[in-house]
């Protein structure tokens, strides 16, 4: 049954595999499917960023009988999207407030497009004004809070010989998946819905389909079709989509689908939190660190979406990869009247991570040290304890990342150009792999494998693919695990009513927590098939996620051990300035990162090196302008990304120190290279021109202000 000779599949770079869906039969995006007689869905949005819904009024004098409308009042179910909170509608009811501009009022379908865009004209919706809350500095709700507290900070910050302080702010940025958010729903005979999408955690969607619409599980299927990037932007947000396209099929009585065009997706989508950072550090003539006393702010916008989850590992990675005997992190997240803020990659450490390693910067410049001495001299190593007291054990990599990145540092570079001057700057980072203390253990994420007809093997879990390699780096422990090659290893559609809740395709986690999972099933499938001359098939091993007894944590006191393992980064960016526009342009990026095992190298190094230009843009060029609560570069002829003409040069080290706990020792690796840049390049920008920013982005009417202020 099984082949002990198969070369080994970990560790190459093997060609990527694609995998088929349910509906289609092939790898399609949503966009592409064909689904015999679907209508077209549209939403219609506020265009206050908060008041009350007074009343909607449609046109009699216009033929409604070519469209269905849907308004809260025909949800079957709760109005609600399933989330942490049950605080946001599904659509805006008569009477309620409206808490941010395009939200959600009503729902159209019609069999075209132009007959969507003609009934939209014939619609008034009237509201009554009032004042929104537009900046945190007035925010006077709160959506969470944490307090991590490490010894006493007070006495350390006065018995410290020097005291430094700096505050810092990060801004909005969009994911900028390649396709917009989409969905088809179809309603079938036995009153179940099936929703094909574009999404990160099937189920997820599932959970939130059940609940506003009524149903059962089986009754709601829910199908990831291929989907072009997620970076967090397809987490939270395709519940909405979902609910909105199984409500107007619902009506409609036939297939509907429901897919943003590009304004609309970064008009009303989630995005990373904005928000303030505070630093006071306290520290020894020496340099010796002795104190860390840190206040988080972060914009959740209207409704709470993930807010306290992306707060929760801003708060624990807020001290940086840095050991201190005394730390006190506040953090907390606050509602506005903007569009919510939601998950993307890195969810609140890089926000925190860039206050962390700028600061090491200050203290530097105030000891004046270097601040390479200073990350030296603090870094994290083997028996220190974190913030939230977690000793760490194994697998701890500052060191390993510094001098690798390094040693390939490429020597610099010095503009010929007047006006031009030339810097360097340097991050190192940490970031947990897995869910934060005990949610993998409620998660209890499931998979198995299954060998259903002599010599083929299926993998079967609701981890998608998103572009990161899911399904190849899946195939290759699963075959080594089974002994087979690759060509009999195949994954099962990521579909609701086909394969076990493997817990969302986030956080660091797929390699590490369900490829673990994975790999321990195809195992013990090797050995069950080993044991049986003639086993009857199919046959099927199940596994469940089961924390190690090492790992200890108090959700009440953030104490404890946050994450099973760390993974490392270190980040040296190459800027040059032009002192005259205030243009900054990354030459040169070096990033050396601690994976643990690369299971694919050349697929980890392209996570890598996306995850770097995506901080670049947060550094330096991608800022969301407001106004009155909406964002006013909402297309993308107005938000600027970097393209293939502004990406610096990419050098990728890969640093591999196993983790015990991992497939073949890996660890996570898809939010990490997110961390480090975004520090890295504001360092580079003040070792060019002298000046601090201590801001994200970096953009050149900010710095021609710092050179002006200086």
Not at 370 to 383: F, I, Q
Request: charged residues 25%; hydrophobic residues 40%.
């Amino acid at each position: 049954m099984t082949n002990a000779t198969a070369s080994p599949a970990v560790g190459r770079s093997v060609p990527r595999r694609e995998g088929a869906d349910k509906v289609t039969g092939r790898a399609r995006y949503t966009d592409d499917l064909v689904v015999p007689g679907a209508w077209y869905g549209k939403t219609i949005r506020s265009t206050v960023a908060r008041g009350t819904l007074r009343s909607i009024k449609l046109d009699p004098g216009f033929d409604w009988s070519r469209v269905v409308v849907v308004t809260a009042e025909d949800i079957p179910g709760e109005n609600v999207v399933q989330l942490i909170r049950d605080d946001q509608p599904a659509l805006a009811r008569l009477g309620g407030e409206i808490r941010h501009q395009a939200e959600p009022i009503l729902l159209l379908a019609a069999a075209d497009r132009a007959t969507l865009e003609e009934a939209t004209s014939h619609i008034a919706i009237a509201y009554d004004a009032m004042t929104p809350v537009l900046a945190i500095d007035d925010a006077t709700e709160t959506y969470s809070t944490i307090e991590i507290v490490k010894g006493d900070v007070d006495s350390a910050l006065r018995d410290a010989a020097v005291v430094v302080e700096r505050a810092f702010r990060v801004g909005l940025q969009e994911q900028l998946y390649i396709e917009p958010q989409g969905a088809i729903a179809q309603p079938n005979d036995r009153g179940g819905i099936t929703v094909v999408g574009s999404l990160q955690c099937p189920y997820y969607v599932h959970r939130a389909l059940k609940r506003a619409l009524a149903l059962t599980d089986e009754e709601a299927v829910v199908i990831q079709a291929e989907t072009g990037g997620g970076f967090g932007g397809k987490e939270e947000y395709p519940s909405v989509v979902a609910i909105h396209a199984a409500l107007l099929a619902r009506k409609a009585g036939r297939p509907v689908r429901l897919i943003y065009d590009r304004h609309e997706d970064l008009a009303a989508t989630t995005k990373r939190h904005p928000g303030t950072i505070r630093h006071r550090s306290g520290v020894r003539r020496d340099g010796t660190l002795v104190a860390q006393d840190i206040e988080i702010v972060l914009d959740g916008g209207a409704y709470c979406t993930l807010t306290p989850v992306v707060l929760s590992r801003a708060a624990i990675h807020a001290a940086g990869p840095y050991a201190c005997p005394n730390v006190r992190i506040r953090a907390r997240a606050v509602a506005t009247n903007t569009p919510p803020n939601g998950a993307f990659r890195g969810f609140g450490a890089p926000q925190s991570l860039f206050a962390a390693e700028l600061m090491v910067e200050h203290v530097a410049e105030r000891l004046r040290v270097p601040s390479l001495d200073l990350r030296r001299k603090w870094m994290l190593r083997v028996g220190d304890s974190t913030a939230t007291g977690q000793v760490l054990t194994e697998s701890v990599s500052a060191d390993l990342v510094l001098d690798a990145a390094l040693k390939a540092a490429p020597a610099v570079r010095p503009s010929a150009r007047p006006t031009v001057r030339h810097g360097r700057g340097l991050s190192l980072v940490f970031h947990g792999s897995g869910f934060t203390g005990s949610g993998e253990k409620k998660l209890s994420g499931k998979v198995a494998v299954e060998c259903t007809r002599p010599g083929e093997f299926t993998i079967l879990t609701a981890s998608t693919e998103i572009g990161q390699g899911t399904k190849t780096i899946f195939s290759q422990i699963a075959a080594d695990a089974l002994g087979v090659t690759l060509e009999q290893v195949s994954v099962g559609a990521q579909d609701t009513s086909l394969v076990p809740d493997s817990g969302p395709t986030v956080a660091s986690r797929t390699a590490m927590i369900v490829g673990g999972l994975i790999h321990e099933a195809a195992g013990e499938l090797r050995e069950r098939l080993a044991k049986v001359r003639k086993p009857k098939l199919p046959l099927r091993v199940d596994k469940t996620y089961v924390q190690p007894d090492s790992v200890h944590w108090d959700d009440q006191t953030y104490r404890g051990d946050a994450y099973p393992v760390y993974g490392w980064a270190c980040t040296i960016a190459d800027v040059d300035v032009d002192t005259a526009t205030g243009e900054v342009r990354v030459t040169d990026v070096v990033t050396a990162v601690d994976c643990g095992k690369a299971i694919h190298p050349v697929m980890a190094e392209g996570q890598i090196e996306g995850g770097a230009l995506q901080a670049v843009g947060w550094a330096t060029i991608e800022e969301i302008k407001t106004q009155d609560g909406r964002y006013l570069n909402d297309r993308l002829a107005t938000y600027i990304i970097p393209t293939a003409l502004d990406a610096p040069r990419l050098k990728t080290i890969l640093v591999e120190n196993p983790y015990s706990g991992g497939p073949f020792g890996a660890k996570g690796i898809g939010e990490l290279p997110m961390d480090g840049p975004a520090p890295a390049i504001i360092a580079a920008i003040h070792d060019a021109t002298g000046v601090w920013l201590d801001e994200v982005p970096a953009t050149p009417e900010k710095v021609l202000e710092a050179c002006a202020s200086s």
